[in-house]
């Protein structure tokens, strides 16, 4: 077994030296209280703002515990957040694609769709932000549940409920797919949910790896799949690299 | 060997370079922002060198970016930031002085004095723009009032006048050295100098601005810019120049009479195409050129609203009810109407259709149930009534109603808003996938000229839908929740009123 890691050790140090008296300091107190380099705790607390467990006073420079301790366990990011930061990217996947694209989160034991991009040919399609979708049964659910433990046990209790003759209804077959799917780094469902359609899905993701949510692709089954049935490897890197960009944009902007 | 259209997008804040394929689909972006000089209260100025030095920079990124040459590229066109503008010296083509940007209110004085002087109707009849200060002419007249020996100077024909259309065109086909020094008609129609009728430079508004026209570049259509690069990548032909607005007008194709679009950013800015029929607003409504295609122009009513994203900015940074602009959203769904709260933005007076340059804003209807997420709902909405306001002005200034309204903008992430602004105006809003519609229809019109594509309708097919609100809103409700708007604007009027003047 390694042994412990020194800098998370430091950073706990930091945050328990926040959490108690006055806790504003400067950055020089940091550092002559916890016996480190400047430059080592200016590094440490760099890191700590980025994931927003501390937060610097922009008139004097000193830190602070940041809100997002407070609500740790709740939320990781917004939805509109998401669906803001997102747009660009997802309009993007939808042009190269030729597919409609869905940015899904998780809420309440479902895929909360929280973007929705229409397939750019023109016909007549209705926006479907705010709809809920079956986890098991979709390939943005299976991204989220693949990623999620506590989401993974908790669909392995209930029944899944069959939606077409190939929806996965047995647990030890969720199971093993899940591990593809983390083997992989994408889900894909053909007529699992809609008899003749297929939909292929990618994880987003925080600084630190955390899945805060999916995106993903659906149409015809015949145009995301090969003649085998598998989703075609040019769309499956289409979603993939939307799926990073997503991704890229919310360590940028943090 | 794949071709592609170049666009050049001098904005506000800066300045970006995107390539396009046919398809409309973009290949590569760079970009770089400029600093802003604040040298007294109300002065908003910026360095041309600067802006032009970035586009120095962006043209060989973008082409690296997207890993073609400046052979690949048939043609580059250019929008910008409107009203802002240079003077520089012919002979060394150093620039007078920093550029004045539309924000600027130097003028109020010098605007308030021509406001009384004999002419003015005509004035407003002839480039259909009221007297403000954001329109060049009256910084001009500024800059020739006040730099000295600058009119005489001007006079002999030593200096150059031009938006930022005409400082780049003039330095990227040579500079001193032949240079083009010319504009586009949708430029020149900000400026107020213009007769909108002849859409040549109007020896009364010459006149009566005090500006010497020798300053002046010539004005061409949209898509007769003719140029060709010899600086920054040589060889690169610029076909088209339109002013933002125009541009995303274009790039949105609306080409049909009637159809508008509504870009929402820290403002919103809508244009209705109202073809060949020059309209006078009499709605409170600007009338300026949409673009010119060849020979006829299409004709435009404008209507912007001055605080829109920056009402969220400002409920964000000022009130501190949110941690970033999209959250209004998960906190006006909090709750599930306004809750008889209205927030009406007229920070510095109201634009369109009011132009009340002393009214100032207020948050109406509170009573203790009232919580932020209320407010969060009212900030939005205050988005939508302000549409609701200058689409109503636009449908009655030309006599039908839009059938649908096209948005695009940061703002158009804001599911809820989006949804809001179909129910106030009982119409379908279309997103499309482009989002970049502002240097979309630069590259439109510089295809277009060169030929890369072949007519309106092959734009016209590259236009895909990406998302469509639909009304759903109670009639009734609606009508009742406008009248209230109604109310709440009518009292920043009488505040307006009350208030000593200044």
Redesign the interface.
């Known amino acids: 077994m390694p042994g412990p890691i020194q800098s998370i050790e430091r950073a706990a140090a930091v945050l328990r030296l926040l959490a108690r008296g006055s806790g504003h300091h400067g950055l020089t107190e940091i550092a002559d209280s916890l016996g480190l380099a400047r430059g080592t705790a200016h590094g440490i607390l760099r890191t700590l703002q980025r994931v927003e467990f501390v937060e610097q006073d922009p008139a004097t420079g000193r830190y602070r515990l940041g ?1 997002a301790l407070l609500h740790l366990g709740t939320s990781y990011l ?4 998401l ?3 997102s ?2 990217w997802a ?2 996947l ?3 694609s030729g597919q409609e694209v869905r940015i899904g989160m998780h809420h309440d034991g479902a895929v909360l769709v929280v973007h ?3 397939r ?3 016909s007549v ?1 209705t ?1 479907g ?2 709809a809920m979708l079956p986890l098991h049964a979709t390939a943005l659910g299976k991204v989220l549940l693949a990623y999620d433990p506590d989401l993974s046990a908790a669909a392995r209790r209930r029944e899944l409920t069959s939606l077409t003759r190939r929806t996965i209804t047995r647990t030890q077959m969720l199971e093993r797919v899940l591990t593809e799917v983390r083997g992989q780094g994408w889900a894909g469902e053909a007529e699992e949910y809609m008899p003749g359609e297929a939909s292929i899905a990618a994880p987003i993701r925080i600084p630190g790896g955390l899945v805060v949510g999916a995106i993903g692709i659906s149409g015809a089954a015949d145009r995301l799949c090969d003649s085998a049935g598998r989703p075609r490897a040019t769309l499956v890197r289409q979603v993939v690299q939307a799926a990073e960009a997503v991704t890229t944009s919310l360590v940028d902007e943090n | 060997m794949q071709r592609f259209v170049m666009a050049i997008d001098q904005g506000t804040t800066s300045t970006r370079c995107i390539v396009f394929d046919q ?1 409309a ?2 290949v590569a972006v760079a970009q770089r922002e400029h600093r802003q000089y604040h040298p007294r209260p109300g002065w908003v100025e910026q360095d041309a060198v600067e802006i032009w030095r970035n586009v120095d920079r962006i043209v060989p990124q973008a082409l690296r970016q997207a890993g073609i040459s400046a052979e690949q590229v048939v043609a580059m066109g250019i929008t910008n930031q409107r009203e802002t503008f240079v003077l520089w010296d012919r002979h060394t083509g150093v620039p007078i002085g920093r550029a004045i940007v539309w924000e600027d209110i130097r003028t109020e004085d010098l605007v308030a004095e021509l406001g009384r002087k004999p002419g003015i109707e005509e004035v407003r009849d002839r480039c259909g723009l009221p007297l403000a200060t954001y329109f060049s002419a009256p910084s001009l007249r500024w800059m020739l009032d006040n730099v000295a020996g600058l009119r005489a100077k001007a006079e002999r024909g030593d200096v150059l006048f031009g938006t930022m259309d005409t400082w780049l065109i003039w330095n990227l086909t040579g500079g001193v050295n032949g240079g083009l020094h010319v504009t586009d008609v949708t430029n020149a129609s900000r400026t107020m100098l213009m007769n909108l009728s002849t859409r040549q430079w109007d020896p009364m508004l010459l006149e009566f601005f005090g500006v010497p026209a020798v300053v002046l570049p010539e004005i061409r259509p949209s898509t007769e810019i003719s140029g060709v690069t010899t600086r920054v990548v040589p060889g690169i032909s610029i076909t088209a120049a339109l002013g933002d607005q125009h541009a995303a007008l274009f790039g949105q194709t609306c080409f049909e009479k009637g159809s508008i679009k509504g870009t929402y950013g820290t403002g919103g800015f809508l244009l209705m195409n109202t073809g060949d029929e020059l309209v006078r607003s009499k709605h409170g409504l600007l009338t300026t050129i949409g673009y010119q295609i060849g020979g006829e122009p299409a004709y435009a009513l404008e209507g912007s609203i001055a605080v829109a994203g920056s009402l969220v900015q400002w409920f964000r940074d000022n009130l501190g009810l949110i ?8 906190l006006a769904r909090t709750v599930k109407d306004n809750g008889g709260c209205y927030i009406v933005p007229a920070f510095s007076g109201l634009f369109a259709p009011h132009w009340l340059a002393q009214a100032r804003g207020l948050v109406v209807g509170l009573t203790s149930y009232i919580n932020k997420g209320h407010l969060a709902r009212a900030v939005l909405e205050a988005t939508g009534w302000q549409t609701r306001e200058v689409v109503d002005a636009m449908n009655a200034d030309l006599g039908a109603p839009t059938p649908v309204l096209k948005v695009d903008g ?1 703002m ?4 809820l808003l989006m949804q809001f602004i179909s129910d106030v105006l009982d119409i379908p809003v279309q997103r499309p ?3 970049e519609t502002v240097s979309l229809g630069a590259a439109y019109a510089a295809g277009l000229a060169a030929g890369y594509w072949p007519d309106l309708e092959g734009l016209r097919r590259n236009w ?6 639909n009304p759903v809103m109670d009639a009734k409700y609606r009508e009742n929740e406008y009248a209230n708007w109604k109310r709440a604007v009518e009292l920043t009027f009488a505040w307006a009123r009350s208030s000593p003047s200044t």
């Open positions: 809100a917004d939805a509109n957040e669906r803001s930061r747009i660009n309009d993007t939808a042009a190269r929705h991009v229409f750019p040919d023109d399609q926006l932000i705010g | 398809n689909r973009l941690h970033s602009a999209p959250e209004i959203e998960t940061g158009t992430a804001d599911h996938l482009v989002a895909h839908l990406a998302a469509r609100w």
